[in-house]
């Protein structure tokens, strides 16, 4: 297993605008769910080696000593540029114990995944929940496992996800879905949506944040691109004519698509606008001093 130094591991996020989250934590570095989209696979983030997982030296100790430091509690993320939640999780647990110390420390959580590991952690998840926010958002691009298994090789399947999601809202945890990417003829027609936004009610979802296209940056486009031409043989040259060497590619008929979306979120009772998903899950928690008492791993 290779690890890297770090010196700290839980900083401020610029604004609170994405869910409400004030703080990031990045355990890992790498994935290995290997998602043919992946943004952090992106040249600007210089790790070549995105495929393999590198674990940060001493990680618990320095989130520690990170929480004891801060003078205000909040949300702290975690998922943005690696999955918390990857296969060696299951082994090593340092996501888990993190969760531990965000509840001794009193602090919310935020989690991004794919898989349905996070399930084992509903326990602590809920002990967040009874203090602070904690969310858990589910990448689910579609709901066919068979498509899922070619844009998403290494991730657990979309069931898996919808299962998690179902354990978690029964433990008291506000979760749903992170619609992102959609990806242009091969996500982003309405009858692989309906099932996303239906499946994700029917498990006790709160929400659904879409943004109805992907990003392409260097080094992510040519990953992405080698594998339409593997696995969709023709698309590429679609992509390449109608998106170029942009950043931000949505999809065909782009608001419409997305006013649909809102549409069925809100007859599903799904929160779809990020203002309201992040009054939702703040509401009633008191974002006040840190907790007199901190005792775990101190
Ligand atoms: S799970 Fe997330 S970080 Fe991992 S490969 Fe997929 S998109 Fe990238």
Redesign the pocket.
Known sequence: MQTIPAKTIVTRTRSRWWFGTDYNMNLYRG?????I?????SSCYHNPD?DHIAVKENALAIVRDDLRRKVQRGVVAT?A???PY?PLERKLGLTRHALELLSAYGFGVAV????DLVSRDADVLSEIAAQMPALVKF?ITTADPALAARL?P??PSPERRFAAIEQLAKAGVFTGLLLMPVLPGLTDNRENLSRLLRQTAEAGGRFCYCWPGLTMREGQREYFYQALDREFPGLREKYEKRYGTRYRCTVPGAAKLYAWVREECSRLGLLSEMEAIIAVSRQGYDFGGLPGQASLFS
């Open positions: 994935c290995t769910h290997g998602c989209y992946c943004d952090s696979r995105f998922g540029m690696s999955d990857n991004d995944t794919k898989s990448s998403e290494g991730a």
